[in-house]
């Protein structure tokens, strides 16, 4: 008889075969070491030039990184702190998601606070805050055996934090202690401005306009929408570099595949393009044809990537040939829309904008709208961003228009729309 056992170890079996020791994709950098981020990293050489440059100078700067969902904004970041962190040893660089409901004041003091593990007055900020590090777990566990999150990740719901009465201040006292130990500044990145309402992010920029004039270099990221485009416009001094992250190229793309598949291959490091072992399991076809699907978008990438090699190995393949690509790649589109666990009306702007090849304020007609029980194209909008960050849909590059368009994945065989 087959065990549960037995199947986890044929699985595993499953992708070996593949020459792989696990399958290298992830939804997001945050679930990575920063080596492995280091490794899989590919191209932005650009950007990186842009950002590294500002770093030359001894001026504390404001960055902005923005970008369409999936983009690569936090894994951008990411490189850019860890290679910091490599380069100058004498700065603090520190990170976070914006928590819902914080201010950017209290939000940067907590990314500060617990990158400074040995300060006393640090650690008690955050202990009053009701955010414990491992530090303040272990000497205080007596006290604070009750109920408070565990663990340092600060995630994207809602923790039990209890506002500091002055965050700017504790903030500037803060930093004043890190700049004693770190001459070379302080980096507070925060990822995820836009994961709030529109109205909300531009209520946190206008109050944190003296926080960001303030001791520290930010590194804010957000995608437009979220950001309004008129918040980039309406702040413009407030950042020196409003850095846009685009879709990807094809070279890059394929190079980016070369990487995540080095991290994981066993018995064969080739990383030369012109070399077909650099793509192993794939073939320079099937690994050229998944880079021009996946349309440039890192993410969607990711999730592909995931769906094709789950697929192979279900099917026990040693390679990605074009059948067991196109089998991959059919499993996507159903993997994608069950991942997305859409509510009524996101399924039925999705089976709009499958029926109709794209959607735009233009093109929408009054029937439609009325269908959907809005009044106007700027309500689905929401919707149809939704769709985009399930990799169901995506914004087509047109500046004056928002023109969206699904991901021409083949269609499976039980699509019904
Ligand atoms: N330049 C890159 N090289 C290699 N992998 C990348 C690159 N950019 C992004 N990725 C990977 O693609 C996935 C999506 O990227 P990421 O999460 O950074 O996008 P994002 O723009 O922050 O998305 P969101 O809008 O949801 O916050 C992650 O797994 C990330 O590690
Ligand atoms: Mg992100």
Redesign the pocket.
């Known amino acids: 008889m087959t065990t549960a056992d037995d199947i986890f170890d044929q699985s595993g079996n499953n992708i070996q075969q593949l020459g792989l020791r696990e399958i290298p994709f992830?939804?997001?950098?945050t679930d990575?070491q920063s080596e492995t981020?280091q490794n899989?990293?590919?191209?932005?050489q650009n950007e990186l030039r842009q950002i590294f440059n500002l770093f030359q100078s001894r001026e504390r700067r404001r960055i902005l990184v923005y970008?369409r969902?999936?983009?690569?904004?936090?894994?951008?970041l990411l490189e850019v702190l860890s290679v910091l962190r490599r380069k100058r040893q004498d700065m603090l660089t520190t990170y976070i998601s914006l928590p819902a409901n914080l201010d950017l004041a209290t939000t940067a003091l907590i990314a500060l606070a617990r990158a400074m593990p040995d300060d006393e007055w640090a650690q008690r900020q955050l202990y009053q805050m009701g955010i414990p590090t491992d530090k303040v777990l272990k000497e205080r566990s007596a006290e604070i055996s009750g109920n408070l999150v565990i663990g340092g990740k600060l995630g994207e719901k809602d923790l039990p934090i209890t506002k500091p009465l002055y965050p700017a201040v504790s903030l500037d006292t803060l930093l004043e202690r890190a700049q004693e130990k770190y001459p070379q500044g302080v980096v507070i990145a925060i990822?995820?401005l836009d994961k709030q309402n529109p109205s909300v992010v531009r209520q946190l920029m206008h109050d944190a306009q003296g926080m960001l004039k303030g001791r520290a270099w930010f590194m804010l990221?957000g995608?437009p929408m979220g950001m309004t485009g008129d918040l980039l416009t309406s702040e413009r001094g407030l950042f020196d570099l409003q850095l846009k992250l685009e879709e990807?190229d094809q070279p890059t793309m394929y190079q980016?595949l070369i990487?995540y598949l080095n991290s994981a291959r066993i018995n064969n490091n080739c990383t030369d393009p012109n070399d077909p072992r650099s793509v192993l399991p794939f073939l320079p076809e099937t690994a050229q044809r998944f880079c021009e699907v996946s349309l440039g978008k890192?993410?969607l990438?990711?999730r592909l990537g995931n769906t094709i090699l789950s697929t192979a190995a279900d099917f026990q393949a040693t390679l990605i040939t074009s059948e067991v690509l196109s089998q991959g790649l059919k499993a996507a589109a159903p993997t994608l829309r069950q991942q997305a666990a859409l509510n009524v009306q996101e399924e039925r702007v999705r089976a709009l904008l499958q029926r109709r090849g794209s959607l735009s304020d233009e093109t929408i007609t009054m029937e439609e709208l009325e269908q959907l029980g809005v009044r106007s194209f700027s309500d689905i909008l929401p919707f149809l961003e939704r769709l985009e960050?399930a990799d169901l849909a995506h914004q087509l590059n047109q500046d004056d228009a928002k023109v969206f368009a699904p991901i021409p994945l083949p269609p499976s065989d039980d699509e019904t729309l």
């Open positions: 992830t939804e997001s950098p990575l981020l899989i990293f590919t191209g932005r970008g969902l999936g983009i690569g904004k936090s894994a951008f990822d995820d990221t995608h990807l980016m990487n890192p993410r990438f990711n960050e």
